[in-house]
């Protein structure tokens, strides 16, 4: 090689200067709904919770909630693209407070937290690996904040401080000032995603609801769920057979409890773990025969499963090609991107399950455990990567087993351990093995954040007073489950506490009509049915004003309400349930402002104050906001499947009107119009002369209610 050609080789082998760092740029806003605009930066994955839920807005209700001014100054949100990671900034005042940011079972507030979101079975850590890394905020100043990209995404919180911080943190001397604090003020959230982009989406208000119902409504709505699927739910042990199950069955009815679903878990099957998706015939001679008993009780059959497929499986070679390049318990892990996946799993479920008469799914195992899931060097058949495949793993199979049903027009109402953006309007509930009542509490209030369903499902207790009080909280849950899979044990299992267990069991069917109608507000207007207190409007504004204060520490309500509030929340609009636990006999009760009334009693229980409640082993405290209209069944151990007296609760003194919502219970016909909203209204409340009234508006049908009865507790 003679000089030059070495000289020219040695040019063109330096590699070209690294373009300098493009600098963050304030991103550019599209208004895309009412109160709702996006901003993409780099280009932004092809793959996302949107496009992978295949779910479309609720733009009538979002038109309906109307525009509000864009919550945040649009200057201070910044991004870039740099070494292939997208970088995103946003703003932070003072005294603001954010919620959201996955399902924690541990805190509710997140300001001042590092977390990777990212798709795991919780491991008793608020870190970010949890079943729901939903990437989604909520401010205390009314806006949201939503990364559309199906990655791991680093999250800074509140902990950072910028060069160029628009409030700086003071510097301090540790030799002598007092104040100096290894944590100094930061005024700014920062992202990290892997990816050399992603779309963003802001959400305006005004109130903490509204930015939930703006981010719920936008991704479909919630999910309402069959009336059934709001009974109560029992699994049974996992090698149990069918005898085993009708004998079950018989128990519940000779026990007076009452049951809606029976679950079954992995002995169903003929191979779990992986799994066949086939019956076991011997456990399970005739499913079908099993499913019509069961249904002539008023009782339907959900089936447990994990997404690995057996070789003794028939899907098994037909599926391998669409399945990625490593297994999990030496079962494939099939690419549910894939519609040959789809088509193949959706035969294989209609001809098994539900053309035998299954109601709906426990979709275990899609939300992770390192040390035997895929890595993340796992490739797809569809290409999409290993990273993405479990961020959206769990929203793929609700997608697909949701799917099956409907297009029979049923609903279905189902389990999930792994869900995420996008499938709020999947009629799926999270759970987990984790089993802490209280971090099951702190779990529920986090869900009302991020347009998901959590149950802390009972399994078995140490004593009869942690049984109850597991009961308890339950059966004010999204789904009142015993989970026996593996303790076997019955509702009746603590005789001490037996009918005490049974009288909250009972008292959750009574509660149909109003669940049923919480649940058509998640649906039609995105209002989450369980609540954070910080959600509640006139809550979330006193603890503004507070926070505002210079002082106030003279004042212990405005102390409290600006704490972080994880063991009580709302159910509906009218309800605040604060729930004990084992060793508590008893427990402290925030009241937002606004006379509240006792659920059993009618009485009144306070105001804008601090209780201390001793309710005894029997009660769990429940409480009912002035003017509060509670409809409730009769006394039975089924739900009815036909028209029944209802039973309506007015509470306190305020007039009120309320819309009960009332359609076949069942079918998606709703969604065409086949729905009624029937006016209950009270007059009179406050001279003391109650009337309730109830209008339906001509031409509506009534499915579920053949006469009106009015109550007024304490009157
Ligand atoms: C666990 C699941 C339990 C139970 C069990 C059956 O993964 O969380 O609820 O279903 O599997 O093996």
């Not at 000089?3 to 590699?15: G, S």
């Not at 001014?69 to 603001?96: D, M, N, Q, S």
């Not at 959706?346 to 109601?359: E, I, Y």
């Not at 509930?429 to 089993?435: A, G, H, I, L, M």
Request: charged share 25%; net charge neutral; hydrophobic share 35%.
């Amino acid at each position: 090689m003679n000089r030059v050609t070495a000289l020219v080789l040695f040019f063109l082998l330096i590699p070209a200067p690294l373009p300098a760092a493009a600098a963050a740029r304030t991103l550019e806003w599209t208004r895309v709904l009412p109160g709702i605009w996006s901003a993409a930066v780099g280009r932004p994955d092809s793959v996302h919770f949107l496009q992978t839920a295949g779910v479309s807005p609720r733009r009538e209700a979002l038109e309906a909630m109307g525009d509000v001014p864009c919550p945040l100054e649009p200057a201070l949100i910044r991004g870039e693209v740099r070494e292939g990671k997208t970088l995103l900034h946003f703003p932070l005042e003072k005294g603001e407070r954010i919620f959201g940011l996955g399902l924690h079972f541990k805190t509710v507030e997140q300001r001042g937290r590092i977390l990777r979101l990212h798709m795991d079975h919780y491991g008793g850590t608020d870190n970010g690996r949890t079943h729901a890394p939903v990437p989604f905020y909520v401010s205390s100043r009314g806006y949201g904040i939503w990364i559309n990209s199906a990655r791991y995404i680093d999250i800074w919180v509140g902990t950072a401080v910028r060069k160029d911080s628009r409030h700086p943190p003071e510097v301090r001397d540790r030799n002598t000032d007092r104040q100096w604090t290894a944590r100094p003020y930061s005024d700014n959230v920062e992202a990290v995603i892997a990816a050399e982009g992603a779309e963003v989406y802001l959400f305006g208000g005004p109130g903490l609801l509204d930015v939930v119902r703006r981010y719920n409504l936008f991704q479909g709505g919630g999910c309402l769920p069959p009336r059934w699927g709001l009974g109560f739910w029992h699994r049974v042990p996992t090698l149990y057979t069918a005898d085993q199950v009708r004998g079950e069955v018989e128990e519940f009815a000779r026990h007076g409890f009452p049951l809606s679903v029976i679950g079954l878990e992995p002995g169903w099957q003929s191979r779990s773990y992986p799994c066949t998706y086939e019956w076991d015939r011997g456990r399970f001679p005739d499913p079908a025969g099993l499913a019509a008993d069961l249904k002539r009780r008023g009782i339907y059959l959900n089936l447990w499963l994990n997404p690995y497929i057996s070789p003794q499986s028939e899907l098994f070679q037909p599926i391998e090609p669409y399945t990625a390049s490593h297994t999990v318990w030496a079962g494939l892990v099939p690419d549910y991107s894939r519609k040959e996946v789809q088509e193949l799993l959706g035969r294989h479920f209609r001809k098994h399950h539900l053309d035998q008469g299954v109601s709906g799914y426990k979709m275990d195992e899609n939300d992770g455990y390192d040390s035997w899931l895929w890595p993340d060097s796992a490739e797809f058949p569809s290409g999409i990567s290993a990273e993405q495949m479990r961020t959206l793993y769990g929203v793929m199979m609700q997608k697909l087993a949701t799917s099956l049903f409907r297009e029979r027009n049923l609903r279905t109402y189902g389990l999930v351990r792994a869900t995420n953006s996008g499938a709020a309007s999947f009629p799926f509930v999270v759970y987990n093995d984790y089993y802490s009542h209280p971090d099951f509490i702190t779990a529920l209030v986090n869900s009302s954040f991020l347009g998901v369903l959590w149950t802390p499902e009972v399994r078995s207790s140490r004593t009869a007073e942690e049984w109850l009080r597991r009961m308890q909280s339950v059966c004010f849950s999204p789904l009142a489950m015993l989970n026996a899979w593996s303790d076997g044990t019955k509702p009746w299992s603590f005789p001490e506490v037996e009918t005490q267990v049974r009288e909250i069991a009972q008292l959750r069917l009574r509660l149909l009509p109003y669940l049923y109608n919480c649940f058509a507000d998640y649906a039609f207007y995105g209002t989450p049915p369980v609540r954070a207190m910080n959600l509640d409007p006139g809550f979330a504004a006193a603890a503004e004003e507070v926070a505002g204060a210079v002082d106030s520490s003279a004042n212990p309500y405005g102390e409290a309400i600006r704490r972080e509030i994880k063991d009580q929340f709302l159910l509906g609009d009218s309800l605040l349930v604060a729930p004990l636990f084992a060793g508590q006999s008893q427990r402290k009760v925030i009241l937002p402002k606004g006379k509240w009334y006792d659920f059993y009693t009618g009485r009144p229980a306070g105001d804008g104050e601090i209780l201390t409640v001793a309710p005894g082993l029997d009660r769990i405290p429940v409480y009912v906001r002035d003017g509060g209209i509670i409809p409730m069944l009769e006394e039975g151990l089924r739900i009815p499947d036909g028209k029944v007296p209802l039973e309506i609760r007015h509470y306190g003194s305020k007039d009120a009107v309320y819309e009960l919502y009332d359609d076949d219970g069942s079918s998606y016909d709703y969604e065409k119009g086949k729905f009624s909203r029937i006016r209950l209204a009270v007059t009179g409340g406050e001279s003391g002369e109650k009337k309730g009234s109830v209008a339906v508006p001509k031409g509506s049908r009534l499915w579920s209610y053949s006469d009106f009865r009015w109550v007024f507790p304490s009157n």
